[in-house]
């Protein structure tokens, strides 16, 4: 009997490495499906319907979250995002783990889901907050100010660890990966997770009997 799925949560401040450690993650096992957010934004440039995300109206995202087939969503400066119920449901009923890569907020949302007894959370630190503004910068991506506003934020972020499964620090990304690796391996191997075990137990059994 197949395995049911997990939902694996990755949450971190911006500049710890959990964007970096779920692509690692992806590229070690190709058979875990990332979550597709919906947004009501509009397309970017190269970027594709259901690859990089479900391109939603207002009025039919409103409608979905209202109807709860929203695991969870957010407003982000004027634009709706979330992370649609049925593909996920979908993938964890066939034996396939899903990964996000989400806030606290949105992580809290769907441990508080109808699946959340599915979910495994893991929460990135940096090794320290000089290291975090120095990654971030590292990036050469965006301003002072908005450098600025993503270190006030992750203040905030990090004072939500503690409700998280597991927490792993950032501070060599080979050694925070083989520690990711072996938390999935262990949360698949748990007992609830194998479908198929109590039906061998009995199977053992009926030899003792029959010797």
Do not use: C
Request: proline residues 4%.
């Amino acid at each position: 009997m197949t395995r049911k799925g997990l939902l694996l949560i990755l949450s971190s401040p911006s500049g710890a490495g959990k964007s970096t450690l779920a692509k690692k993650l992806m590229q070690w096992d190709p058979t875990l499906r990332f979550s597709v957010s919906a947004t009501t934004r509009k397309p970017r440039l190269g970027e594709v319907e259901g690859k990089d995300y479900y391109f939603l109206e207002r009025s039919d995202f409103e409608n979905y979250a209202e109807k709860g087939e929203m695991l969870e969503y957010a407003e982000v400066f004027g634009n709706l995002y979330g992370s649609p119920r049925e593909p996920v449901e979908r993938a964890i009923s066939l034996g396939n783990d899903v990964l996000f890569d989400i806030d606290w907020q949105g992580g809290q949302q769907i441990r508080n889901s109808a699946l959340g007894r599915d979910v495994v959370s893991i929460f990135v630190l940096p090794p320290s907050i000089a290291e975090l503004d120095r990654r971030l910068r590292g990036r050469a991506q965006d301003s002072d100010e908005v450098i600025a506003g993503r270190m006030a934020k992750s203040r905030d972020e990090i004072s939500h660890w503690a409700e998280y499964d597991y927490v792993l620090v950032n501070n060599d990304l080979d050694r925070a990966f083989e520690e990711l690796v072996t938390i999935l391996r262990a949360e698949r191997m748990r007992r609830d997770r194998q479908p198929g075990l109590s039906e061998f137990v009995r199977g053992l059994n009926r030899e003792f009997e029959t010797r």
